[in-house]
């Protein structure tokens, strides 16, 4: 009894993750119509038709303002992100919405990347909280930096906005830096613009799936990233 408790609270973040995971699923197979309702009546297609006139009337200048949105949501990890997204894709359409958030995301991260190198720790410790940092700090001066900041960026469910400050302070460089964020956060941001092209398309039910398989890769992302992080940070102390 006392080894299956121990089992249970060495592994409850990974059966928490599966269990959220499975349930997510079950509701969406059991419970579509009743969820394509919802979600008509939360992105209801008249508002977010109001929303996208509004913003193409402004012309170039919209086009613009999410682009800054973009950048600042990196700059300030806090500010939320998958809306405007999806909001993007409703306006722009899956590229051109993918292609507007990346450039703002790149924008945002050329700007953390000179915040962090001009003014380093003490002005990154008043943006990003301290135990964000402290959990990185074992695998910041890691010899596979390359490749973990790489799978963080592709991964969905990780705090990818938050650790661009991270990668900011390893030895990435610039160009590594920016080509990493260029191409691994491609697929997670695109399969939001896609989700936003059907729901203002009236393709609610697949808009909802795409959104759903987002929101599951995005709990199995988070599960990974803890756990990795856990692992390398006992074996940087097993280490000491």
Not at 38 to 61: E, P, Q, R
Not at 102 to 130: A, D, P, T
Not at 219 to 237: A, I, Q, R, T, Y
Request: hydrophobic share 50%.
């Amino acid at each position: 009894m006392n080894n299956f408790k121990d089992y249970i609270n060495r592994h409850k973040t990974l059966i928490l993750s599966i269990f959220s995971a499975l349930c997510l699923t079950l509701l969406i197979i059991l419970f579509h119509k009743y969820l394509s309702k919802i979600f008509m009546y939360i992105f209801n297609v008249d508002n977010m038709t109001y929303i996208k006139d509004l913003l193409c009337k402004t012309g170039f200048m919209g086009w613009i303002i999410m682009v800054l949105y973009n950048a600042a949501r990196v700059i300030l990890p806090f500010l939320p992100a998958q809306p405007f997204e999806i909001l993007s894709g409703v306006m722009y359409g899956s590229f051109l919405g993918m292609l507007n958030c990346m450039l703002g995301i790149i924008l945002g991260s050329l700007v953390v990347f000179y915040i962090v190198n001009k003014f380093g720790n003490n002005l990154v410790l008043k943006l990003i909280k301290g135990e964000h940092i402290s959990k990185y700090e074992s695998i910041r001066t890691s010899k596979k930096i390359e490749i973990i900041s790489f799978l963080i960026f592709l991964l969905p469910g990780t705090p990818k906005d938050t650790f661009t400050y991270i990668a900011a302070f390893t030895t990435l460089g610039l160009k590594k830096f920016l080509l990493f964020i260029s191409i691994a956060r491609i697929p997670t941001v695109l399969s939001l613009t896609i989700a936003g092209s059907n729901i203002i398309k009236g393709n609610l039910i697949t808009g909802i799936l795409i959104y759903a398989v987002t929101i599951i890769l995005t709990l199995l992302g988070c599960l990974f990233h803890n756990k990795f992080l856990e692992k390398h940070s006992s074996k940087k102390l097993q280490s000491k």
